[in-house]
């Protein structure tokens, strides 16, 4: 298990992008204490939220067979 987890660090340092921003503290706080619950990293916790908010944003978009 361990040499997967490793595995996919790797490949995730690979492939993923970096972007430095700046966050007003109690939404530092917050995403701290987001990612501790729900035992992923912070930057885990912050790409699980955009994801589901891309994913929410995309079902209330007008699909090209309505227009």
């Given at each position: 298990?361990?040499?997967?987890?490793?595995?996919?660090?790797?490949?995730?340092?690979?492939?993923?992008?970096?972007?430095?921003?700046?966050?007003?503290?109690?939404?530092?706080?917050?995403?701290a204490?987001?990612?501790?619950?729900?035992?992923?990293?912070?930057?885990?916790?912050?790409?699980?939220?955009?994801?589901?908010?891309?994913?929410?944003?995309s079902e209330?978009?007008?699909?090209?067979?309505?227009?």
């Amino acid at each position: 298990m361990i040499k997967q987890k490793e595995a996919n660090m790797a490949l995730t340092a690979q492939t993923d992008h970096q972007m430095r921003i700046r966050l007003p503290a109690d939404v530092k706080e917050w995403i701290a204490m987001e990612a501790e619950r729900n035992e992923r990293s912070q930057n885990a916790e912050i790409v699980f939220r955009l994801k589901q908010s891309r994913e929410a944003q995309s079902e209330k978009a007008p699909s090209a067979e309505n227009t």
